[in-house]
């Protein structure tokens, strides 16, 4: 039997395919190994969304080179190999697999090749027609399931990658994700998160046409479905009929993601996001007035070329203005053949640094008091395992708020159950309680 090693770096969509590839490959009889050093077939699936990312895997790479030719084959997928393509093979000539997101369908006749014994083998095509039929997909969580409905992205915001990674726009059919989801209930999964680079500009591309409140509305009604989430928004696509689905539905969790980026107007317009903050805030007010109570998740860039103070300024108010329940925050990040490149005015790094640093400690403040509004409410939680070192299960909430919890019965296994749960304590990225039975 065949070994394989794979390490994933990047977004959801990223962890998925591996999933995918490791499916593929254990149905091919490869058996999955820890670490580097024991695997036969040693994978990357990367990320280029930020340089960062992609150093690392090269700094990999170099690391385990003095392998390569013993016996040992190194492949490198995902957004990283669809941009560099063949230069990998020059930057890291022991490299004998690059393969895209797009092309992972293919994996079986690459392998092949590779069993034969070829030294360098691409699957780099953007052109694939579907990418979703997964039999393979070997999922990492028992509880929760990723769904991918589209792939691509058709939007071309100045600072992105990933239309350049994953290709335009292609959407799923209503039926075989709603197919899909019955499966996975079938097997035993009770939480669904929904997958796409822009999961609101989905379209079935049947003669049914639903959108993405549509389809929503029909996995609502998957008998024994428990939570659907889904990731990523964009908020030039976001309609008020999801917050309504959401609202007539509370299979669907009451948690929104919905990148911001920044808060300023013009930052907006360089960064062609095609919103403006007002347009955004209308979005916001969808969400305060729901029946339910949404958490706001959202993602901040700062330090974009010619960034001003003033604009800085804006996207401070819009976090005391959202109030968001928390924020991913990044420093602008360089990315090959994209149309930031080309902007006036980027800041040096100390400078992004200082304005992360803003960002964040708002941000702080700003989740300590959300979280302290939880004390003395009992939440219904999905326990998704136990966490040795404190003692206490691990849980999400339907607004998706990690709460860790304890539980008096010992011995129990709580793993996959949903449960009450009382809260006692609120940090600033998680809540602590206990159960209440
Ligand atoms: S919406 Fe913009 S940031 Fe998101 S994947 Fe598409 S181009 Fe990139």
Same mark, same amino acid.
């Given at each position: 039997m065949k070994t394989f090693y794979i390490e994933t770096f990047g977004c959801q969509m990223n962890a998925h395919d591996s999933e995918k590839v490791v499916g593929t490959l254990l149905t091919r009889g490869y058996e999955q190994v820890e670490t580097p050093e024991d695997a036969e077939l040693v994978l990357y699936n990367t990320c280029s969304i930020r340089d960062k990312a992609e150093q690392k895997v090269f700094n990999r790479l170099q690391n385990f080179k003095r392998h390569a030719g013993k016996g040992k084959v190194f492949g490198v997928l995902g957004c990283v190999a669809q941009q560099e393509g063949e230069k990998i093979f020059d930057r890291a000539p022991h490299v004998s697999l690059v393969v895209g997101s797009a092309s992972y369908n293919q994996l079986p006749q690459l392998l092949v090749q590779i069993e034969n014994g070829d030294k360098r083998v691409t699957g780099l095509s953007l052109d694939t027609e579907d990418t979703f039929e997964t039999p393979m997909t070997s999922r990492d969580n028992p509880h929760r399931a990723f769904l991918t409905i589209i792939e691509g992205c058709n939007k071309a915001c100045s600072y992105c990658v990933v239309p350049f990674t994953r290709g335009p726009e292609r959407s799923r059919t209503a039926a075989s994700v709603i197919a899909e989801a019955k499966q996975l209930v079938a097997a035993g999964y009770l939480e669904i998160m929904l997958l796409g680079q822009n999961v609101n500009s989905y379209r079935d591309p049947s003669p049914d046409g639903l959108n993405f409140a549509q389809l929503l509305e029909k996995l609502g009604e998957v008998q024994g479905l428990r939570r659907v989430r889904f990731t990523t928004s964009h908020p030039r696509d976001f309609t008020k009929e999801i917050i309504d689905a959401i609202d007539a539905n +509370?299979?669907?969790?009451?948690h929104i993601h919905l990148p911001v980026q920044s808060g300023s107007t013009e930052v907006l317009t360089k960064m062609q996001r095609m919103y403006t903050r007002d347009q955004y805030l209308r979005r916001i007010e969808w969400m305060k007035n729901a029946k339910r109570k949404m958490s706001i998740t959202s993602d901040i860039i700062v330090g974009? +070329?010619?960034?001003?103070e003033q604009d800085l300024e804006q996207t401070l108010s819009l976090q005391d203005e959202v109030q968001f329940d928390s924020v991913f925050t990044f420093k602008y990040s360089k990315r090959p053949n994209t149309p930031a490149l080309a902007l006036e005015d980027h800041m040096s790094e100390d400078e992004k640094t200082r304005r992360l640093t803003m960002v964040m400690e708002k941000q702080r403040t700003i989740q300590l008091r959300i979280n302290a509004e939880y004390l003395g409410t009992v939440e219904e939680v999905l326990v998704e395992g136990f966490n040795k070192a404190t003692g206490q299960w691990i849980s999400r909430t339907t607004q998706h708020k990690t709460l860790n919890f304890n539980h008096t019965v010992p011995d129990a296994n709580l793993a996959g159950t949903f449960m009450n749960v009382m809260v006692t304590r609120a940090g600033p990225h998680s809540l602590v309680g206990e159960s209440v039975v």
């Open positions: +509370p299979v669907l969790c009451n974009f +070329p010619g960034e001003t």
